[in-house]
Protein backbone atom coordinates (compact mmCIF):
# COMPACT_ATOMS: atom_id res chain seq x y z
CA UNK A 1 0.00 0.00 0.00
CA UNK A 2 1.30 3.57 -1.29
CA UNK A 3 2.00 6.20 1.64
CA UNK A 4 1.21 9.75 1.53
CA UNK A 5 3.69 11.99 3.83
CA UNK A 6 1.56 14.36 6.35
CA UNK A 7 1.90 16.91 4.81
CA UNK A 8 0.39 15.75 1.84
CA UNK A 9 -2.47 14.54 3.60
CA UNK A 10 -3.24 17.94 5.32
CA UNK A 11 -2.94 19.71 2.15
CA UNK A 12 -5.84 16.89 0.38
CA UNK A 13 -8.12 17.68 3.77
CA UNK A 14 -7.40 21.28 3.26
CA UNK A 15 -8.87 20.77 -0.62
CA UNK A 16 -11.54 18.69 0.47
CA UNK A 17 -12.95 21.49 3.20
CA UNK A 18 -12.81 24.29 0.74
CA UNK A 19 -14.90 22.46 -1.91
CA UNK A 20 -17.46 21.01 0.79
CA UNK A 21 -17.74 24.57 2.15
CA UNK A 22 -18.34 26.20 -1.37
CA UNK A 23 -20.96 23.44 -1.68
CA UNK A 24 -22.83 24.23 1.49
CA UNK A 25 -22.54 27.88 1.10
CA UNK A 26 -23.52 28.18 -2.59
CA UNK A 27 -23.72 31.50 -4.03
CA UNK A 28 -23.95 32.65 -0.65
CA UNK A 29 -20.63 33.89 -1.27
CA UNK A 30 -21.99 37.16 -3.42
CA UNK A 31 -24.10 38.39 -0.41
CA UNK A 32 -22.65 40.45 2.15
CA UNK A 33 -24.65 41.59 5.85
CA UNK A 34 -25.71 44.78 5.77
CA UNK A 35 -28.07 45.25 8.54
CA UNK A 36 -29.80 43.24 10.99
CA UNK A 37 -33.90 43.00 11.06
CA UNK A 38 -36.53 41.63 13.81
CA UNK A 39 -36.10 38.25 12.13
CA UNK A 40 -32.11 37.87 11.40
CA UNK A 41 -29.69 39.63 9.18
CA UNK A 42 -30.39 41.34 5.38
CA UNK A 43 -27.88 40.65 3.27
CA UNK A 44 -27.61 42.11 -0.33
CA UNK A 45 -26.24 40.53 -3.23
CA UNK A 46 -23.06 43.01 -3.97
CA UNK A 47 -21.52 41.05 -6.72
CA UNK A 48 -23.58 39.85 -8.97
CA UNK A 49 -27.09 42.16 -8.88
CA UNK A 50 -25.41 45.28 -10.46
CA UNK A 51 -27.81 48.56 -11.27
CA UNK A 52 -27.83 52.16 -11.50
CA UNK A 53 -29.57 54.70 -9.02
CA UNK A 54 -31.23 54.39 -5.94
CA UNK A 55 -33.81 52.30 -4.69
CA UNK A 56 -35.91 52.98 -1.75
CA UNK A 57 -38.31 50.32 0.11
CA UNK A 58 -38.83 49.25 3.84
CA UNK A 59 -37.31 46.75 6.38
CA UNK A 60 -39.67 46.12 9.16
CA UNK A 61 -41.73 49.46 8.61
CA UNK A 62 -38.27 51.54 8.40
CA UNK A 63 -37.22 53.29 5.21
CA UNK A 64 -34.45 52.59 3.89
CA UNK A 65 -32.50 53.48 0.51
CA UNK A 66 -29.74 51.49 -1.52
CA UNK A 67 -27.54 53.11 -3.45
CA UNK A 68 -26.16 51.18 -7.23
CA UNK A 69 -22.94 52.71 -6.28
CA UNK A 70 -22.69 50.95 -2.59
CA UNK A 71 -25.11 48.56 -1.79
CA UNK A 72 -22.60 47.43 1.27
CA UNK A 73 -23.81 50.12 3.34
CA UNK A 74 -28.24 51.08 2.48
CA UNK A 75 -29.08 54.61 4.80
CA UNK A 76 -31.83 54.43 7.00
CA UNK A 77 -34.11 56.92 6.25
CA UNK A 78 -36.23 56.72 9.40
CA UNK A 79 -36.99 54.86 13.22
CA UNK A 80 -40.02 54.52 15.04
CA UNK A 81 -42.47 55.11 12.57
CA UNK A 82 -44.37 52.42 10.62
CA UNK A 83 -43.56 53.52 6.97
CA UNK A 84 -45.08 52.54 3.99
CA UNK A 85 -45.07 52.85 -0.24
CA UNK A 86 -42.50 54.95 -0.50
CA UNK A 87 -42.55 57.41 -4.04
CA UNK A 88 -39.69 59.60 -5.21
CA UNK A 89 -40.04 62.45 -6.82
CA UNK A 90 -39.01 63.30 -10.61
CA UNK A 91 -35.82 65.27 -9.43
CA UNK A 92 -34.80 62.98 -6.90
CA UNK A 93 -35.17 65.39 -3.95
CA UNK A 94 -38.28 64.05 -1.63
CA UNK A 95 -39.24 60.94 -0.91
CA UNK A 96 -43.40 60.56 -0.03
CA UNK A 97 -44.86 57.69 1.90
CA UNK A 98 -47.43 56.74 4.25
CA UNK A 99 -47.00 56.23 8.24
CA UNK A 100 -49.26 53.90 9.26
CA UNK A 101 -51.06 54.02 13.10
CA UNK A 102 -53.84 51.38 14.80
CA UNK A 103 -56.85 53.51 13.25
CA UNK A 104 -55.47 55.83 10.42
CA UNK A 105 -52.44 57.01 8.28
CA UNK A 106 -50.59 60.30 7.69
CA UNK A 107 -49.41 60.88 3.93
CA UNK A 108 -45.88 63.03 4.55
CA UNK A 109 -42.62 63.81 2.66
CA UNK A 110 -39.30 64.44 3.51
CA UNK A 111 -35.94 65.26 1.77
CA UNK A 112 -34.79 61.80 -0.50
CA UNK A 113 -31.63 62.00 1.82
CA UNK A 114 -33.81 62.15 4.88
CA UNK A 115 -35.03 64.03 7.51
CA UNK A 116 -37.84 65.31 9.50
CA UNK A 117 -41.47 64.52 7.64
CA UNK A 118 -43.96 67.02 6.64
CA UNK A 119 -47.42 65.60 7.03
CA UNK A 120 -49.71 66.54 4.28
CA UNK A 121 -52.51 65.04 5.17
CA UNK A 122 -53.42 63.35 8.22
CA UNK A 123 -55.96 60.66 9.05
CA UNK A 124 -56.36 61.55 12.77
CA UNK A 125 -60.11 61.85 13.57
CA UNK A 126 -62.71 60.61 16.63
CA UNK A 127 -64.95 57.92 17.40
CA UNK A 128 -68.65 59.52 17.05
CA UNK A 129 -71.49 58.09 18.64
CA UNK A 130 -74.57 58.36 16.38
CA UNK A 131 -77.79 56.25 17.79
CA UNK A 132 -76.91 52.67 18.62
CA UNK A 133 -73.84 53.19 16.43
CA UNK A 134 -70.54 54.95 16.01
CA UNK A 135 -68.94 56.68 12.98
CA UNK A 136 -65.95 57.15 13.21
CA UNK A 137 -64.11 60.18 11.31
CA UNK A 138 -60.22 58.86 11.29
CA UNK A 139 -59.16 58.53 7.32
CA UNK A 140 -56.91 55.78 5.79
CA UNK A 141 -54.31 56.98 3.08
CA UNK A 142 -52.48 54.67 1.02
CA UNK A 143 -49.88 54.54 -2.28
CA UNK A 144 -48.82 58.12 -3.20
CA UNK A 145 -47.37 58.89 -6.87
CA UNK A 146 -45.89 62.16 -7.91
CA UNK A 147 -47.28 64.18 -10.47
CA UNK A 148 -43.92 65.54 -12.81
CA UNK A 149 -44.24 69.21 -11.34
CA UNK A 150 -42.87 67.85 -8.31
CA UNK A 151 -45.37 69.50 -6.66
CA UNK A 152 -48.48 67.53 -6.44
CA UNK A 153 -49.25 64.36 -5.11
CA UNK A 154 -51.81 61.76 -6.01
CA UNK A 155 -52.86 59.07 -3.50
CA UNK A 156 -55.70 56.59 -2.46
CA UNK A 157 -57.62 57.58 0.58
CA UNK A 158 -61.35 57.24 2.09
CA UNK A 159 -61.98 60.96 2.37
CA UNK A 160 -64.71 61.44 0.77
CA UNK A 161 -66.21 58.41 2.81
CA UNK A 162 -69.13 60.67 4.34
CA UNK A 163 -69.69 62.85 1.14
CA UNK A 164 -72.07 61.18 -0.70
CA UNK A 165 -75.76 61.31 -0.77
CA UNK A 166 -77.02 57.24 -1.05
CA UNK A 167 -79.46 58.19 -3.53
CA UNK A 168 -76.38 59.22 -6.31
CA UNK A 169 -74.10 56.16 -5.22
CA UNK A 170 -76.72 53.19 -6.03
CA UNK A 171 -78.56 53.46 -2.73
CA UNK A 172 -75.38 53.00 -0.62
CA UNK A 173 -76.74 54.33 3.06
CA UNK A 174 -73.18 53.07 4.12
CA UNK A 175 -70.03 54.93 5.14
CA UNK A 176 -67.89 54.45 1.65
CA UNK A 177 -64.77 52.72 2.97
CA UNK A 178 -63.28 51.74 -0.58
CA UNK A 179 -60.07 53.88 -1.49
CA UNK A 180 -59.81 56.47 -4.35
CA UNK A 181 -57.46 58.11 -6.42
CA UNK A 182 -57.04 62.37 -4.51
CA UNK A 183 -54.73 64.75 -5.44
CA UNK A 184 -53.09 66.77 -3.38
CA UNK A 185 -50.27 69.58 -3.38
CA UNK A 186 -47.19 69.33 -0.60
CA UNK A 187 -48.06 72.80 0.51
CA UNK A 188 -51.77 72.14 1.46
CA UNK A 189 -52.52 70.57 4.70
CA UNK A 190 -55.66 67.88 4.39
CA UNK A 191 -56.98 67.39 8.16
CA UNK A 192 -60.31 65.65 9.36
CA UNK A 193 -61.92 69.54 9.21
CA UNK A 194 -61.02 69.45 5.52
CA UNK A 195 -60.87 66.06 4.30
CA UNK A 196 -63.09 66.09 1.42
CA UNK A 197 -61.81 69.19 -0.24
CA UNK A 198 -58.89 67.01 -2.02
CA UNK A 199 -59.06 66.73 -5.52
CA UNK A 200 -60.53 63.91 -6.62
CA UNK A 201 -59.20 61.65 -9.76
CA UNK A 202 -60.84 58.57 -10.02
CA UNK A 203 -64.15 57.09 -8.47
CA UNK A 204 -64.70 53.76 -7.45
CA UNK A 205 -67.21 50.95 -7.33
CA UNK A 206 -68.49 50.54 -3.90
CA UNK A 207 -67.98 47.25 -2.34
CA UNK A 208 -65.22 45.41 -3.39
CA UNK A 209 -61.64 47.28 -1.57
CA UNK A 210 -61.76 50.48 -4.03
CA UNK A 211 -59.04 51.43 -6.13
CA UNK A 212 -55.08 50.59 -5.61
CA UNK A 213 -51.86 51.30 -7.88
CA UNK A 214 -51.86 54.97 -8.75
CA UNK A 215 -48.95 56.33 -11.06
CA UNK A 216 -48.32 59.03 -13.66
CA UNK A 217 -47.61 58.07 -16.75
CA UNK A 218 -44.54 59.89 -18.07
CA UNK A 219 -42.82 61.00 -21.06
CA UNK A 220 -43.50 63.84 -24.13
CA UNK A 221 -47.21 63.49 -25.06
CA UNK A 222 -48.87 61.89 -22.21
CA UNK A 223 -49.93 64.95 -20.18
CA UNK A 224 -52.43 64.64 -17.55
CA UNK A 225 -52.71 60.80 -17.71
CA UNK A 226 -52.69 58.17 -14.18
CA UNK A 227 -53.12 54.77 -14.85
CA UNK A 228 -54.64 52.68 -11.53
CA UNK A 229 -56.09 49.64 -10.74
CA UNK A 230 -59.58 49.01 -9.85
CA UNK A 231 -61.66 45.96 -8.37
CA UNK A 232 -65.29 45.71 -8.46
CA UNK A 233 -68.18 43.36 -8.29
CA UNK A 234 -69.78 42.77 -11.77
CA UNK A 235 -73.31 42.04 -13.31
CA UNK A 236 -75.17 40.32 -14.10
CA UNK A 237 -75.33 39.06 -9.82
CA UNK A 238 -72.26 41.10 -8.81
CA UNK A 239 -70.77 38.10 -7.06
CA UNK A 240 -67.61 37.82 -9.31
CA UNK A 241 -64.82 40.50 -8.65
CA UNK A 242 -63.21 41.85 -11.89
CA UNK A 243 -59.39 43.10 -11.37
CA UNK A 244 -58.32 45.70 -14.02
CA UNK A 245 -55.88 48.35 -15.41
CA UNK A 246 -57.52 51.46 -16.09
CA UNK A 247 -56.39 55.17 -17.56
CA UNK A 248 -57.54 58.69 -16.89
CA UNK A 249 -57.32 62.26 -17.63
CA UNK A 250 -56.21 63.70 -13.86
CA UNK A 251 -58.25 66.62 -14.39
CA UNK A 252 -61.74 65.12 -16.14
CA UNK A 253 -63.66 64.78 -12.82
CA UNK A 254 -62.43 68.42 -11.15
CA UNK A 255 -63.23 69.90 -14.78
CA UNK A 256 -66.64 68.41 -14.04
CA UNK A 257 -66.80 69.34 -10.37
CA UNK A 258 -66.08 73.53 -11.42
CA UNK A 259 -69.00 73.34 -13.30
CA UNK A 260 -71.45 72.65 -10.38
CA UNK A 261 -69.41 73.01 -7.79
CA UNK A 262 -72.46 72.93 -4.78
CA UNK A 263 -74.51 70.59 -6.64
CA UNK A 264 -73.15 66.96 -6.74
CA UNK A 265 -77.00 66.36 -8.35
CA UNK A 266 -75.37 68.01 -11.67
CA UNK A 267 -72.30 66.93 -11.44
CA UNK A 268 -71.79 63.94 -14.20
CA UNK A 269 -68.98 61.66 -12.46
CA UNK A 270 -69.55 60.09 -8.90
CA UNK A 271 -68.79 56.29 -7.32
CA UNK A 272 -71.45 53.45 -6.65
CA UNK A 273 -72.46 50.10 -6.33
CA UNK A 274 -74.06 47.40 -8.28
CA UNK A 275 -72.68 49.27 -11.34
CA UNK A 276 -73.86 52.49 -10.69
CA UNK A 277 -70.34 54.45 -11.05
CA UNK A 278 -70.11 56.90 -13.39
CA UNK A 279 -66.28 57.69 -14.13
CA UNK A 280 -64.00 58.79 -16.93
CA UNK A 281 -61.54 56.26 -17.00
CA UNK A 282 -60.75 54.10 -20.24
CA UNK A 283 -59.55 50.00 -19.19
CA UNK A 284 -57.07 49.07 -20.90
CA UNK A 285 -57.12 45.56 -19.65
CA UNK A 286 -60.86 43.50 -19.89
CA UNK A 287 -63.67 43.78 -17.04
CA UNK A 288 -64.04 40.17 -16.74
CA UNK A 289 -64.65 37.76 -14.11
CA UNK A 290 -62.29 35.73 -12.16
CA UNK A 291 -59.46 38.04 -14.12
CA UNK A 292 -57.08 40.00 -12.21
CA UNK A 293 -54.33 41.99 -14.21
CA UNK A 294 -52.95 44.51 -11.43
CA UNK A 295 -49.87 46.52 -10.51
CA UNK A 296 -49.12 48.87 -13.29
CA UNK A 297 -45.73 50.76 -13.63
CA UNK A 298 -44.85 52.80 -16.47
CA UNK A 299 -41.41 52.63 -18.65
CA UNK A 300 -40.05 56.11 -18.20
CA UNK A 301 -40.83 56.80 -22.19
CA UNK A 302 -44.50 56.24 -20.81
CA UNK A 303 -44.94 54.05 -23.92
CA UNK A 304 -45.38 50.61 -21.82
CA UNK A 305 -46.80 49.36 -19.23
CA UNK A 306 -45.14 46.53 -16.63
CA UNK A 307 -47.95 44.64 -14.75
CA UNK A 308 -48.92 41.72 -13.20
CA UNK A 309 -51.51 38.95 -14.65
CA UNK A 310 -52.62 36.36 -11.87
CA UNK A 311 -52.57 33.01 -13.64
CA UNK A 312 -54.14 31.00 -11.04
CA UNK A 313 -54.03 30.41 -7.43
CA UNK A 314 -50.53 29.80 -7.04
CA UNK A 315 -49.05 31.24 -10.26
CA UNK A 316 -48.31 35.29 -11.33
CA UNK A 317 -46.73 36.34 -14.18
CA UNK A 318 -45.01 39.27 -15.29
CA UNK A 319 -46.44 40.86 -18.73
CA UNK A 320 -45.25 44.14 -20.46
CA UNK A 321 -48.21 45.88 -22.89
CA UNK A 322 -48.02 49.14 -25.33
CA UNK A 323 -50.19 51.93 -24.18
CA UNK A 324 -52.90 53.85 -26.15
CA UNK A 325 -52.96 57.22 -26.99
CA UNK A 326 -55.64 59.80 -27.36
CA UNK A 327 -58.17 57.18 -24.95
CA UNK A 328 -58.75 59.61 -21.85
CA UNK A 329 -59.73 63.22 -23.54
CA UNK A 330 -58.78 65.06 -27.12
CA UNK A 331 -59.28 68.92 -26.41
CA UNK A 332 -60.10 69.30 -30.24
CA UNK A 333 -63.37 68.16 -29.53
CA UNK A 334 -65.86 69.51 -27.00
CA UNK A 335 -68.20 66.05 -27.23
CA UNK A 336 -65.35 63.45 -26.53
CA UNK A 337 -66.74 60.99 -24.36
CA UNK A 338 -64.36 58.79 -22.85
CA UNK A 339 -67.11 56.15 -21.88
CA UNK A 340 -67.98 55.95 -25.69
CA UNK A 341 -68.13 51.81 -27.36
CA UNK A 342 -65.51 53.02 -29.83
CA UNK A 343 -63.24 54.51 -26.83
CA UNK A 344 -63.70 51.98 -24.82
CA UNK A 345 -62.99 49.36 -27.57
CA UNK A 346 -59.81 51.55 -28.53
CA UNK A 347 -58.76 51.31 -24.96
CA UNK A 348 -58.64 47.41 -25.06
CA UNK A 349 -56.87 47.16 -28.28
CA UNK A 350 -53.47 46.44 -27.22
CA UNK A 351 -54.44 43.72 -24.49
CA UNK A 352 -53.95 41.26 -26.84
CA UNK A 353 -50.23 41.95 -27.49
CA UNK A 354 -49.07 41.60 -24.35
CA UNK A 355 -46.30 39.71 -23.63
CA UNK A 356 -45.18 37.61 -21.01
CA UNK A 357 -41.68 37.81 -19.13
CA UNK A 358 -42.01 35.34 -16.18
CA UNK A 359 -43.83 33.60 -14.32
CA UNK A 360 -43.55 32.39 -10.74
CA UNK A 361 -45.62 31.85 -7.39
CA UNK A 362 -45.92 35.76 -5.89
CA UNK A 363 -45.02 38.11 -8.24
CA UNK A 364 -45.82 41.39 -6.83
CA UNK A 365 -44.83 45.14 -6.85
CA UNK A 366 -42.71 45.63 -10.49
CA UNK A 367 -41.01 48.84 -11.09
CA UNK A 368 -38.84 50.28 -14.31
CA UNK A 369 -35.63 51.82 -13.32
CA UNK A 370 -35.05 55.11 -14.41
CA UNK A 371 -32.91 54.32 -17.60
CA UNK A 372 -35.45 51.40 -18.79
CA UNK A 373 -32.96 48.91 -19.08
CA UNK A 374 -34.07 47.01 -16.21
CA UNK A 375 -36.96 46.11 -13.67
CA UNK A 376 -37.57 45.08 -9.98
CA UNK A 377 -39.97 43.43 -8.42
CA UNK A 378 -40.72 41.20 -5.38
CA UNK A 379 -40.42 37.60 -5.82
CA UNK A 380 -41.96 34.62 -3.34
CA UNK A 381 -38.97 32.02 -2.37
CA UNK A 382 -39.14 29.83 0.91
CA UNK A 383 -41.47 31.60 2.41
CA UNK A 384 -39.97 34.67 1.93
CA UNK A 385 -40.10 37.96 -0.33
CA UNK A 386 -37.21 39.21 -1.75
CA UNK A 387 -36.37 41.58 -3.94
CA UNK A 388 -34.90 40.45 -7.17
CA UNK A 389 -33.50 42.65 -11.10
CA UNK A 390 -33.87 41.81 -14.62
CA UNK A 391 -32.31 43.34 -17.60
CA UNK A 392 -35.04 43.74 -20.05
CA UNK A 393 -34.60 43.90 -23.93
CA UNK A 394 -36.78 45.42 -26.19
CA UNK A 395 -37.19 44.21 -30.01
CA UNK A 396 -36.51 47.14 -32.59
CA UNK A 397 -39.07 45.75 -35.38
CA UNK A 398 -42.25 44.73 -32.70
CA UNK A 399 -41.70 46.98 -29.51
CA UNK A 400 -42.32 44.15 -27.64
CA UNK A 401 -40.05 43.49 -25.08
CA UNK A 402 -38.27 39.97 -23.36
CA UNK A 403 -35.76 39.55 -20.02
CA UNK A 404 -32.29 39.59 -21.66
CA UNK A 405 -31.05 35.94 -20.97
CA UNK A 406 -28.85 35.13 -17.74
CA UNK A 407 -29.79 38.37 -16.60
CA UNK A 408 -32.59 37.60 -13.57
CA UNK A 409 -30.63 38.11 -10.15
CA UNK A 410 -31.57 37.77 -6.85
CA UNK A 411 -30.99 41.13 -5.09
CA UNK A 412 -31.92 40.83 -1.35
CA UNK A 413 -31.64 37.90 1.45
CA UNK A 414 -33.88 39.85 4.10
CA UNK A 415 -34.76 36.95 6.17
CA UNK A 416 -38.65 37.75 6.14
CA UNK A 417 -37.94 41.30 7.10
CA UNK A 418 -38.52 43.02 3.68
CA UNK A 419 -41.90 44.70 3.76
CA UNK A 420 -43.45 43.34 0.49
CA UNK A 421 -46.95 44.55 0.68
CA UNK A 422 -45.31 48.24 0.49
CA UNK A 423 -44.30 49.67 -2.26
CA UNK A 424 -40.87 50.20 -3.42
CA UNK A 425 -39.45 53.06 -5.59
CA UNK A 426 -36.45 52.97 -7.88
CA UNK A 427 -34.97 57.08 -8.41
CA UNK A 428 -32.05 58.26 -10.28
Known sequence: MK??????????????????QGCLEGSDTNYKSVTTGANGDVKINVQQAIFKGKMYFTLDRNLYVLDGKDKVHPKQLTRGMDVRDPAVSPNGKLIAFIIHYKDYSDLAYMPASGGKPTVIATGTGT???????????YHWFAQPAWDPDNEHIYFLGD?????????????????ILDLQVFKISIHDRLTQANAE????????????????????????????????????????????LAVQINLIDV????????????????????????????????????????????QPSFSPDGNTLIYVRRDDATHMSLYTMSVVNGVTSDPNDPAFD???????????SLY?????????QYLSQPVWSPDGSQIAYYDYHDNIFDLWLASVVKDSKT??????????VQLTQASGNLDADSRMAWGA
Not at 338 to 348: C, D, F, I, R, V
Open 3 to 20: KYPPWKLIFVFALLALCL
Open 251 to 294: NAINDNVQQFPDNPYAQKYHPGAYGNEIDPSVALTPEQANLTNM
Open 127 to 137: FIPVGDSVRSS
Open 352 to 360: GKSTKLMTS
Open 399 to 408: GSYSIQKDST
Open 197 to 240: SAQAVAYTAIGAGGLRDPAYRPGAGHKDELVYTSYKYIAPDYSK
Open 159 to 175: NQKHYWDPKLVGNYDAD
Open 338 to 348: PNSAANSQKGL
